[in-house]
């Protein structure tokens, strides 16, 4: 809960019903009667809900809070992150350029597959992904990279998983990447519906 611009944790639900909610704080904490507060909670699969309301009535350390206008949901993150199968090729000026497939990506990092290639944390490299018609590059630095050899039926390829992140952001590539993930995700709900 927020009143007067303090954020207040630790609230408790006691009751709720429709439009009004009872809840329960340190006595400290209590804001008084009439003021405006401001009421969020989780919200699946990410985000929180945020809902304006006013207090009703104090009783000791519980709190009548009455609901005004609509609840809101507000994005925990600042960018949006989807994608999967895409080609990317990593290329760094020691070696071969190396084509893998993205797991994720997000306008400032990937999460991509590659086989039987050298990497490790912190190793710089220039990525380049297919991104529906267009092309996308970017510096970036590996953040992450877990490897693991294929061992059953027999021994097999190596099997390297990277998290980079992208060093220089060039914005107008940002928003092609945002623009190729919001229309996937816009397509795959209307597909569920």
């Known amino acids: ?22 809840l329960s ?8 009667a009439n003021s405006s507060v ?12 945020a809902q304006e309301g006013y207090v009703v009535s104090v009783d000791g ?4 809070v009455r609901f005004t206008g609509h609840p809101s949901v507000l994005q925990s993150r600042l960018f949006v992150r989807g994608g999967g199968g895409e080609p990317i090729v990593l290329c760094r000026p020691d070696a071969e350029d190396v ?14 597959h590659f086989t039987d290639i050298d990497l490790n944390p912190g190793d710089e490299m220039m990525l380049r992904i297919q991104v529906a ?5 970017f510096p970036a630095t590996a953040l992450k990279v877990s490897s693991m050899r294929q061992q059953v039926p027999v021994r097999g390829p190596l099997s390297v998983e ?32």
């Open 61 to 64: 350390n519980r709190v009548d």
């Open 133 to 137: 018609d267009e092309l996308v590059e």
């Open 1 to 22: 809960m927020t009143s007067y611009g303090e954020t207040l944790p630790e609230v408790r639900v006691v009751h709720a019903d429709g439009s009004a909610i009872t």
């Open 38 to 49: 401001e009421l969020r909670w989780a919200a699946a699969p990410r985000g929180r809900v």
């Open 162 to 193: 990277m998290v980079a992140i992208f060093d220089n952001q060039d914005e107008a590539q940002a928003k092609v990447i945002r623009r190729y993930i919001m229309r996937n995700q816009l397509m795959a709900r209307q597909r569920g519906h």
């Open 99 to 112: 084509v893998g497939e993205v797991h994720d990506m997000s306008e400032r990092a990937v999460r991509a």
């Open 25 to 32: 704080l340190a006595l400290a904490q209590v804001p008084p």
